[in-house]
């Protein structure tokens, strides 16, 4: 028994030999899982701390992040609930509508770019909603809201963004200062813009590109743009239009700018722009159909009101093209981003001409690309010629 003893103890004492370094190795590896585990289980607070941190210290804003949440394995975090709040200049108190708000941001890798050799980032922004406010400041004009935003993502994401994406959003512009209170909205906007680090290593002047479609009070929004991101002056081709909007669901705002209803009207927008080595060219043309202003009765408005709504009745009916009852001009735009030219005198005389002349379709020109670009003087329309325009203003 002794003798069968001491060999059992010789083979423990053979495989206790070996087992220092295979404990020291199982315990090295049960120490990196370990840290590991720790580490993913810290790492949302980590970042979370950080986007907080990196959101406070923005100027004139604040913003908060609820959580964080990581997908390590395709190299991602998602922000959940972010909101971003203007600072009043004055009372340096945050306004009560945030600017920005959105329940979901995925940053991660664009897998599909790395590939191609190019290791850059990706943006999904799920149902974000951006609040214009206009503020109220005595002896100061309203001032609109500059803040740049790139200098936000390049800290919150640490690669060049090739792909950004937004999925159902809202624009609203809100003046809570006149009555009745204004709130002009866009919704459902879905838009995308690709390729904005020129992975594809495309040789075209405009390789990137921006698509954007919404809803305007019955209408429809959509915008196309061919840029080129790498570029240091502003360097695309887009062109966007608004149509058949029911300017009825806008009375709010035309009784709180304009003091009139309107009983009936529909509203589009089509307009082109290029730009290049600093300057741009392009145009706005609006048109009105089928309008119809209210005129109230004179126990339901005063003198004043009934006399401004007949002129705002007479005038769009003066101005209107009786053969397809519509109202519209077309506003060309030109000149440099420093100092962009756009004359008075050139939209009235698009508006005769179009009133007694002819009619504007409702489309698109298409006379507007990046090869037309110039920062020239226009000519001189014949009532500037008349009454004095661009000459007078070098005088």
Request: charged fraction near 25%.
């Amino acid at each position: 028994m002794k003798k069968n003893t001491t060999i059992i103890s010789d083979k423990e004492n053979s495989v206790l030999g070996k087992s220092p370094k295979r404990r020291k190795l199982f315990i090295i590896l049960g120490s990196v899982v370990v840290l590991l585990i720790a580490l993913r289980l810290a790492l949302p607070y980590i970042v979370l701390k950080y986007v907080n941190k990196t959101l406070s210290e923005m100027e004139q804003y604040h913003g908060h992040v609820e959580d964080i949440d990581i997908a390590l394995i395709r190299g991602a975090y998602i922000i959940n609930d972010i909101k971003i709040e203007k600072i009043n200049t004055d009372s340096k108190q945050r306004d009560t509508i945030p600017f920005f708000k959105s329940p979901e941001i995925d940053l991660s890798v664009q897998w599909k770019a790395i590939f191609k050799g190019a290791v850059v980032g990706e943006i999904y922004v799920e149902k974000p909603v951006l609040n214009f406010v206009k503020g109220k400041h005595t002896g100061e004009n309203i001032k609109a809201d500059t803040s740049d935003f790139r200098d936000l993502i390049r800290d919150l994401m640490p690669l060049q963004v090739n792909h950004f994406e937004i999925n159902n959003g809202q624009i609203h512009y809100i003046d809570k200062n006149v009555t009745p209170q204004v709130d002009v909205s866009m919704n459902s906007i879905y838009a995308v813009a690709e390729n904005l680090t020129n992975v594809n290593d495309s040789t075209k002047l405009l390789p990137g590109k921006l698509r954007a479609t919404g809803d305007v009070y019955e209408g429809k929004f959509e915008l196309n743009v061919n840029l080129n991101p790498l570029e240091k002056q502003p360097t695309f081709d887009m062109n966007a239009r608004v149509t058949n909007v029911n300017m009825v669901l806008l009375n709010d705002f035309f009784r709180a700018y304009g003091n009139f209803d309107v009983n009936k009207g529909n509203f589009g927008l089509y307009t082109e722009f290029a730009a290049k080595d600093g300057a741009f060219n392009g145009y706005v043309k609006p048109l009105i159909k089928d309008l119809d202003v209210v005129e109230f009765k004179k126990e339901e408005g005063n003198v004043g009101q009934i006399l401004w709504e007949a002129l705002i009745g007479t005038v769009a009916e003066i101005f209107t093209n009786q053969r397809k009852d519509q109202l519209a001009t077309k506003l060309p735009i030109k000149g440099k981003f420093e100092n962009p030219d756009s004359s008075l005198w050139t939209a009235i005389s698009y508006v005769l001409r179009n009133a007694f002349v002819n009619a504007l379709k409702p489309s698109v020109d298409n006379t507007i690309n990046i090869g037309n670009v110039q920062a020239e003087p226009e000519k001189e329309t014949f009532l500037e010629k008349v009454f004095g325009g661009k000459k007078d203003k070098k005088k």
